[in-house]
């Protein structure tokens, strides 16, 4: 049994810094992709301030297919180049979105979301999935969650086979 440290910072880069911490320790020894990114949903979830989803979408043919995840149901199938997990998916950029209701293609999931990040998962050359995060704040995310959440992606990719 592993619990999570909630961090007690405002400074995000510590914040980061100690989930990489966490997350490091809590996916040792284990190699597999499900176990893993239910694991990173979970720490995710209830460590980040207001993030009302937190999940993976993973590759399978020309679309993104729902993986693990905290929060409300999602859309299960997300084309490649639609929404924002598409698009990062496409791109291979992560996308930080202020205002959810101004990305063009927006797919709403979740009605509150309004804000959203977005991280392309990348094993060598090859595209596995995106990991997502949605707040119902706008403007939640700034550069310096990009970054964190950019550092804990490395974390899990390290961990898988």
């Not at 084309?79 to 101004?102: I, N």
Request: hydrophobic residues 45%; contains cysteine; proline residues 6%.
């Amino acid at each position: 049994m592993h619990t999570i440290d909630i961090p007690v910072t405002t400074d995000k880069r510590e914040l980061y810094a100690q989930l990489r911490a966490q997350l490091t320790s809590l996916l040792a020894g284990e190699r597999d992709l499900v176990a893993n990114a239910a694991n990173t949903a979970a720490l995710l979830y209830h460590a980040l301030p207001e993030v009302n989803w937190a999940g993976f979408y993973f590759l399978r043919g020309a679309e993104l297919v729902l993986g693990p995840f905290q929060g409300q149901p999602a859309c299960v199938r997300i084309p490649l180049g639609k929404g924002v997990c598409g698009a990062a998916a496409q791109t291979g950029q992560s996308q930080l979105v202020p205002d959810v209701h101004q990305f063009p293609g927006h797919i709403a999931c979740d009605t509150a979301s309004r804000s959203e990040l977005v991280v392309p998962l990348r094993k060598g050359a090859a595209l596995i999935g995106v990991l997502d995060l949605d707040s119902p704040r706008a403007g939640r995310f700034e550069p310096a969650d990009r970054e964190g959440c950019e550092s804990l992606a490395e974390v899990f990719l390290a961990a898988l086979d």
